[in-house]
């Protein structure tokens, strides 16, 4: 028959064990002799088997008294480590995180993002993969994620204006039903932080006409041949929504789903292509990419991780690393990617036959 124990009184027990009489025991726990004898009464009792002897003037364990007051003290260890866990997980210095991402937000983001967090924070394992671009969110809702990059649209109209079409920013979150200070607003129990505005840029065969623009309508590219540079999912959506407020659906002419590959078409001579800032640090020798308007498609990166896990330290320190890096990357998109090629505007390089006079 198993036998419930009751274990503070199991803890005064080894304390009569350790220091060899009813009475010391009662100076260190600072209870008085009755109170200690009747606690380890009472535990013979539940036991059924004497846990003391008396021997003169001080008592001696008992086998059982002997075997209980050696769990008791493991008790305490494991309560003390448990304890010190405790501590170590709440101060981010141990612990386990899921993170889920897509490609270029992996690059981009977050890599830099995880260097930081791993400098503050070498204790906590990371568990690094890529999502499922068409439902980005089903491991983080499901409890198998942690926290997840994820993409929402958004666009620059004529007047340069954000249509945030579910995209979100510092700026808007205030006076927003269920917006959050910080850049986060909850949605469906899930909190979006956002991260950076990621606006498409074209990209052109070096030498097309359209190159001879800083900017090009996208109006502009309604009746020459694409390259489809995206997958299916919510970035593709972004380009086909931009595409249909300026008045067409683009003419796929070949599709290859990322970006690379998408230059490597483009420079071919076999059709332009719609890519983000970020997917553009490895630009093709044999393309020019220009910007856009009217729209301006955006795609709004943001972290997403759900509402009740929001107070976790880690994550709140990974989600911080990731806006961190959010915002140099803004920075590296601006900076020069190619002194002898032209001059640098954003992450476009202007080449050195080009009209740079600011005419449209």
Known sequence: MIVSLDVRRMQVLRAVVDHGSVSAAATALGYTPSAVSQQVATLERETGTALLERIGRGVRPTAAGLLLAGHAAAIDRQVAEA?????????????SLTVRYFATAGAALVAPAVAAFRREHPGVRLDLGTTDPEDPLTELRDGRADLAVVVRAG???PEGDRGPEGGLDEGDDAGRSG????????SDGLRLVHLRDDPYRVVLPRGHRLAARRVIGLAELADVPWVGAEPPGPCRDIVRAGCEAAGFRPAIAVDSADYTTAQGFV??????????ELGLTQRHPGVSVRRLRDP????ILHAAVRESAWG???LGALVTALRAAGRTAGRTAGQTVGRTAGRTVGNITEDPADDVSGRP
Do not use: F
């Open 83 to 95: 304890g010190a866990a405790l501590a170590d997980l709440r101060a981010g210095r141990s612990g």
């Open 155 to 157: 666009g620059r109209g």
């Open 179 to 186: 917006a959050r200070p910080g850049g986060a607003t909850r």
């Open 267 to 276: 420079a071919a001579g076999l059709g332009v292509a719609l890519v983000p």
């Open 296 to 299: 301006e498609p955006v795609r």
């Open 312 to 314: 976790q330290p880690v």
